[in-house]
């Protein structure tokens, strides 16, 4: 790993706590932020930092915030910014849109215009499988025209990807959309399918399934995301168009049918309580990873049974009733 300035946003995060511990391992020079939004537990995403010993490495701003956000490039110069801050979640965007626009719309565009202030070289940030809406022929490609999106996530992460490619790109810096497709694994948030089913087996309480059982998800493994974004820091700039887009996917669709069946041989009593279906879901994801393989980039390669059981350990060794709690 090379000694360019690498800047995390969302560095307390799922992926980006995950991603902090892997380029500290490496040796990397990087600097994460983070508003720590209470969207869910602050207290175990500093758990998580503590864990991957990256709390020195990470500080407290919100990329809403212009002048803030400024301070931190002045002061520590990336050259390559890795934008994983968002509010996540389709379902919670229907019930507070604020975030949404705040950390998604107007913190991308903070970055985009310090981006071309400080000649940023390469800028990666996350987008989501939800772009791709309802009603395509699976695996989903990144050329296909999109129907539009489903919920106001969807739309910011499709804005996002508008907005790269549309905004003035003064210094010809790079810049690189991933579309995620449900990515889980150890720290995964509280409110993802996988990280409520386990916790509701390990607390013998009703998972309350708000999806139809025939929905399908291509669950990819959080290392096998940071692991492409290890690559695509490393790649030459020259190898790529001012702005793409890849996705990030595990490439083998897999029900929710199914998702309760692998929990359940894991050793879990999962009870399943029905509840009205979320009308913002859609059916299936399944993404093609070709075009991000056709790089060289190391494409996710963990299949669900192997991911929910490093999971399970990973849960079970943190399953003290404090945690169980939070995550719960």
Known sequence: MGKDTILVTGAAGFIGATLMQDLIATQANVIGIDNFSPYYSPLIKRMHLAAAKAENFVHKVDVSNLELLREVYRNYSPSVVVHLAAQGGVRASQLEPEPYILSNQLGFLNLLTLNNEFGIDKFIYASSSSVYGEGLTPPFKEDMKLPGPKSLYALSKLSNELMAEYFPNLLNGKRLGLRFFTVYGPWGRPDMAVSRMLVSGLRNKPFNLTASRHLSRDFTYVDDVTLAIRDLIELSSQKFQPHQVFNVAGESPRSMFELIEICRSQGLEIQISEAP???????????????????????PHVNLETGIKKTLSWLTSHSTAEVLEILD
């Open 277 to 299: 279906i979320n009308e913002l879901d859609v059916a299936i994801t399944h993404g093609s990873s070709s075009k991000l393989n056709s790089l060289g980039v190391q494409t």
